[in-house]
């Protein structure tokens, strides 16, 4: 059973993968699935999969909430500001996060400074940690003072539904509630797929599928929310090195990426160029991250991305908003994450283990508070 291709360019092959012959296939297709699913990250570091168990219908309410999140005020959006790599959790502004591959904080200083990143976003994380609560809009949005960019709260018929507007788009604290449930879903439905897509990579190193379960099953991830706005193509135009996002790899394990149909996510090929993963509706784009790179020993790959400029402006001289939806899939944040059986033959030249064992959580804070 060949997988089809959803990119081929310059030595780059990403698959497009039918999960469901994983999820509810026979055993020969699941098997098969599974291996398509590692040589897809062995090769390339990314895969789409088709036929997964999100229904589209929750993606689109999901991206509807993140749309409806990010017409609010500054101030309001600010309220629930991002605060530490620890928590990871909250809002950055415009700006404010650097994405790259660079490690030193002085040297991003100076990045961000030139080439920031052209995106806001939103951070969700599990529910229920100590110490690391989620920044959610009914918490804090109604402690704003009554007026904001001088549109006023207000009480509505008597009744204690508050609401605030900006440019026309009411905001009201069952829509905050609304926004929460539909988070909390989401997260959780991402966290199962996390699981299932761990299960294929066991299955395809030949290790009983349940091998990532203990690793997986606290839900240590980050759902992001993000949003590239509105931005004329002349800005594009005066710094041939402006970006929506710089060119990276993610930090954890795996990441579910959920694309609108506006492009712009490009991904490195084998021969250092960036070519287009084109939105395919449907589809999430799940790509490899450093810490299983680590964890498989290098058998598995972390390819750089971007976000660019979109193929074309599709408004005049503008380039419309982009929405994406990145769920970032890590171990159990108390988890030791050593080199996986298979994956390495101490004293056979090539083989040899690499890296030293490392815990997942303080391996991935140290990661976050570089990028901030």
């Given at each position: 059973?060949?997988?089809?291709?959803?990119?081929?360019?310059?030595?780059?092959?990403?698959?497009?993968?039918?999960?469901?012959?994983?999820?509810?296939?026979?055993?020969?297709?699941?098997?098969?699935?599974?291996?398509?699913?590692?040589?897809?990250?062995?090769?390339?570091?990314?895969?789409?999969?088709?036929?997964?168990?999100?229904?589209?219908?929750?993606?689109?309410?999901?991206?509807?909430?993140?749309?409806?999140?990010?017409?609010?005020?500054?101030?309001?959006?600010?309220?629930?500001?991002?605060?530490?790599?620890?928590?990871?959790?909250?809002?950055?502004?415009?700006?404010?996060?650097?994405?790259?591959?660079?490690?030193?904080?002085?040297?991003?200083?100076?990045?961000?400074?030139?080439?920031?990143?052209?995106?806001?976003?939103?951070?969700?994380?599990?529910?229920?940690?100590?110490?690391?609560?989620?920044?959610?809009?009914?918490?804090?949005?109604?402690?704003?003072?009554?007026?904001?960019?001088?549109?006023?709260?207000?009480?509505?018929?008597?009744?204690?539904?508050?609401?605030?507007?900006?440019?026309?788009?009411?905001?009201?604290?069952?829509?905050?509630?609304?926004?929460?449930?539909?988070?909390?879903?989401?997260?959780?439905?991402?966290?199962?797929?996390?699981?299932?897509?761990?299960?294929?990579?066991?299955?395809?190193?030949?290790?009983?599928?349940?091998?990532?379960?203990?690793?997986?099953?606290?839900?240590?991830?980050?759902?992001?929310?993000?949003?590239?706005?509105?931005?004329?193509?002349?800005?594009?135009?005066?710094?041939?090195?402006?970006?929506?996002?710089?060119?990276?790899?993610?930090?954890?394990?795996?990441?579910?990426?959920?694309?609108?149909?506006?492009?712009?996510?490009?991904?490195?090929?084998?021969?250092?160029?960036?070519?287009?993963?084109?939105?395919?509706?449907?589809?999430?784009?799940?790509?490899?991250?450093?810490?299983?790179?680590?964890?498989s020993n290098d058998v598995i790959k972390s390819t750089k991305h971007r976000v660019v400029e979109p193929p074309?402006?599709?408004?005049?001289?503008?380039?419309?908003?982009?929405?994406?939806?990145?769920?970032?899939?890590?171990?159990?944040?108390?988890?030791?994450?050593?080199?996986?059986?298979?994956?390495?033959?101490?004293?056979?030249?090539?083989?040899?283990?690499?890296?030293?064992?490392?815990?997942?959580?303080?391996?991935?804070?140290?990661?976050?508070?570089?990028?901030?």
């Amino acid at each position: 059973m060949a997988a089809e291709t959803a990119v081929s360019k310059d030595s780059l092959h990403i698959p497009l993968i039918d999960f469901s012959l994983f999820t509810s296939g026979a055993s020969t297709a699941k098997q098969e699935t599974a291996r398509a699913v590692l040589h897809g990250f062995t090769t390339a570091g990314f895969i789409y999969l088709k036929n997964h168990p999100i229904p589209p219908d929750v993606v689109e309410a999901v991206f509807a909430q993140s749309a409806r999140f990010f017409t609010r005020p500054k101030a309001q959006k600010e309220a629930l500001a991002w605060t530490t790599a620890r928590a990871n959790r909250g809002y950055s502004a415009l700006g404010q996060e650097k994405v790259t591959q660079l490690t030193d904080r002085g040297e991003i200083e100076k990045l961000r400074d030139g080439v920031p990143d052209l995106k806001e976003s939103f951070e969700i994380g599990r529910e229920g940690e100590e110490g690391c609560p989620n920044q959610w809009p009914d918490e804090k949005l109604y402690s704003q003072p009554n007026t904001i960019n001088g549109m006023t709260n207000g009480v509505t018929n008597g009744t204690s539904t508050h609401s605030t507007s900006t440019n026309g788009v009411a905001h009201t604290e069952a829509e905050a509630k609304e926004f929460k449930t539909v988070m909390q879903d989401f997260f959780s439905r991402c966290q199962s797929l996390h699981m299932l897509v761990m299960r294929a990579i066991a299955l395809g190193l030949s290790l009983p599928e349940s091998f990532f379960d203990s690793y997986t099953d606290t839900g240590d991830n980050t759902l992001r929310l993000l949003h590239y706005p509105e931005v004329s193509k002349q800005v594009f135009a005066q710094n041939q090195a402006q970006v929506r996002a710089g060119a990276h790899t993610d930090y954890g394990s795996i990441t579910l990426l959920f694309q609108d149909g506006r492009g712009g996510l490009q991904v490195q090929s084998p021969e250092g160029t960036y070519v287009d993963a084109t939105p395919i509706a449907g589809t999430i784009v799940v790509n490899a991250a450093d810490l299983l790179a680590r964890w498989s020993n290098d058998v598995i790959k972390s390819t750089k991305h971007r976000v660019v400029e979109p193929p074309a402006p599709l408004e005049g001289e503008v380039h419309p908003p982009r929405y994406s939806v990145a769920y970032f899939c890590n171990p159990n944040s108390e988890k030791a994450i050593d080199a996986i059986p298979g994956t390495y033959e101490e004293g056979v030249p090539g083989r040899e283990k690499k890296y030293e064992m490392v815990k997942s959580g303080e391996y991935l804070m140290r990661r976050l508070e570089a990028t901030y």
